[in-house]
């Protein structure tokens, strides 16, 4: 009877885990090998030219500017997450779960609706536009949208909450005691949060980075609606390889490449002390 | 003084950042005019509008089936597999637990793709069975990670003491463990669930011609332009997801105050 349940109990996952996880990845593996021919199919032919193919000039510029904007979102939501955890960590205890509780709150809405109000925001003829406008601040609208932008406030506007999360759990845990052991000692503040909070916030900081820099890599409705579809990014780049132009194996060299990016990113964030179960933790 | 001032203009100027977008949306539902510019007049029309468009009741629909069933099977798979690889060592386990944590972090747009590839190699028809299997593929390792921290801290006496007393390990995981992982299981699924309303990316791959969901549909209405009757939208599952919220934090804070006291 043990032997039975434990039999029959840990056969879910194990299909689970071949068929849905590790077979399609291996199968992607595969294609990413194979020649395309020109009916949108591939011939069994192993060829390695998929991949040199992202040597191109022209893909080389879709990966800069993918990870250019992914960088730059990075960044941005680093320099909101810290002073807005700090300053949220010298509350009270009540303030501070109301306080976080009102952070996750917009993202548990549908992602698409909120990037289409920052397009009512955004327009040439939009609020903001219209109000900069009749406030004589601007006498031409501004391009807030359809360009890097638009794009970027989007995406720090979507992947905002993951920063702020793992970085405000690890800031809570800091023993407020070596923080006052610093003052004492005359530390100034920059010393402080450079040496004693930066330091050992560090795997949040990497969860954060982790969570916000590959999604941006592939969120390909965000640079469509915000960036007009004007700029091509990895995500676009991906999605027109399986559904427009059909190359599928091309398609499937794109994402092994951006898998390795992700496994060097999650090396980095385990050499960081970083524990598995705490990513992507909302 | 000065600083506290500007520390708490700080909180309030990322807070306005964050609900901006989605007070623009719910205001300008009710705004008679169509450009979403200047508010001129009070009306509900735009509801009206909403409930004559049948395509999007269709998708709506859709969204709630792969949404309960996909979150009813990760759940009770999700919550049978923690166990099983908290208590038990089988063969592949290792290979197991490495495996779980790909959807996690790998980007959507690559499981999507090769969840897609998948099903055209077994020669499935992209529809609702493909959708639902998907938003089940990346569901799972968020309910085992959930599960998986309440098993962590129960007292491993307790299922030894079951044993003595002569239950089997079937009636030890139904009767003794599983009452105990009620918290983790229900924030498991209702991660689930909001991850599952929410997919874009992975729908937008394997959703066939008659499964289109909420999502979806919205991404399609957003590219032809941009009219209030999507505001109106917006604002219902707003209000329908803070509703929930809203009834689950009740819930949460009773049971709270409930352990207070006792």
């Known amino acids: ?282 | 003084m000065q600083h506290k001032i500007l520390k708490n203009l700080f909180i309030f100027l990322v807070f306005f950042f964050l609900y901006l977008p989605i007070l623009v949306l719910v205001v300008f539902s009710f705004n008679t005019s169509r450009m979403n510019i200047v508010f001129e007049g009070f009306t509900f029309d735009w509801y009206k509008v909403l409930f004559e468009n049948r395509s999007l009741l269709e998708a709506f629909k859709n969204t709630m089936i792969v949404s309960l069933v996909s979150t009813l099977c990760s759940t009770i798979v999700g919550t049978l597999s923690a166990y099983v690889l908290h208590r038990y060592n089988f063969f592949g386990k290792k290979l197991i637990v490495k495996l779980l944590y790909i959807p996690i972090v790998i980007p959507e747009i690559v499981l999507g793709i090769s969840l897609l590839s998948i099903y055209t190699l077994m020669k499935l028809d992209l529809g609702m069975f493909t959708l639902i299997l998907s938003h089940i593929a990346f569901s799972i390792p968020y309910v085992i990670i959930s599960v998986k921290s309440v098993l962590t801290q129960l007292n491993p006496q307790m299922e030894d003491a079951a044993k003595d007393l002569g239950a089997n390990a079937f009636h030890v995981f139904w009767n003794v463990i599983l009452p105990n992982l009620v918290p983790g299981i229900i924030s498991g699924a209702m991660l689930a669930f909001t991850l599952s309303l929410d997919d874009v990316v992975i729908s937008y791959f394997t959703a066939g011609p008659g499964s289109n969901t909420l999502p979806l549909k919205i991404y399609s209405m957003i590219k032809t332009g941009i009219t209030p009757d999507v505001n109106a939208l917006s604002t219902i599952i707003l209000v329908f997801t803070l509703f929930i919220l809203i009834l689950v934090s009740i819930k949460q804070m009773r049971k709270i105050k409930k352990e207070a006291r006792v």
Not at chain 1, 18 to 23: E, G, S
Not at chain 1, 48 to 63: A, E, G, P, S
Not at chain 1, 117 to 144: A, C, D
């Open chain 1, 1 to 282: 009877m043990n032997r039975i349940f434990k039999r029959l109990a840990s056969l879910p996952i194990s299909f689970y885990c071949l068929l849905l996880i590790l077979l399609p990845l291996v199968y992607i593996f595969f294609l990413s090998f194979l020649k395309s021919d020109s009916y949108g199919g591939f011939t069994y032919v192993f060829t390695l030219q998929n991949y040199l193919k992202l040597f191109d000039v022209v893909y080389l510029k879709v990966f800069a500017q993918s990870f250019f904007i992914a960088f730059i979102t990075t960044v941005i939501c680093i320099l909101i997450s810290y002073p807005f955890c700090l300053f949220v960590n010298e509350k009270s205890k009540m303030v501070q779960s109301i306080l976080m509780t009102l952070v996750i709150l917009p993202f548990l809405t549908n992602s698409l609706i909120r990037t289409y109000g920052w397009m009512v925001l955004l327009r040439k003829e939009g609020i903001i536009n219209t109000i900069l406008l009749n406030f004589h601040i601007i006498k031409e609208p501004l391009s807030l949208m359809y360009n890097n932008l638009g794009i970027i406030i989007g995406m720090v506007y979507t992947l905002l909450p993951f920063m702020i999360l793992p970085l405000y759990s690890s800031i809570s845990k800091i023993d407020p005691r070596y923080i006052e052991a610093a003052k004492d000692l005359g530390a100034s503040k920059l010393t402080i949060f450079f040496k004693i909070i930066v330091p050992l916030t560090v795997s949040g900081l990497f969860n954060g980075v982790l969570m916000v820099f590959i999604p941006c890599i592939g969120y390909f409705f965000i640079s469509d609606l915000l960036g007009g579809g004007k700029l091509m990014l990895l995500g676009n780049l991906i999605k027109n390889q399986f559904l427009t132009a059909r190359d599928w194996p091309f398609g499937a060299a794109i994402s092994i490449a951006l898998l390795l990016v992700t496994y060097l990113l999650v090396r980095i964030y385990r050499k960081s002390g970083g524990e598995m179960d705490d990513l992507g933790g909302l």
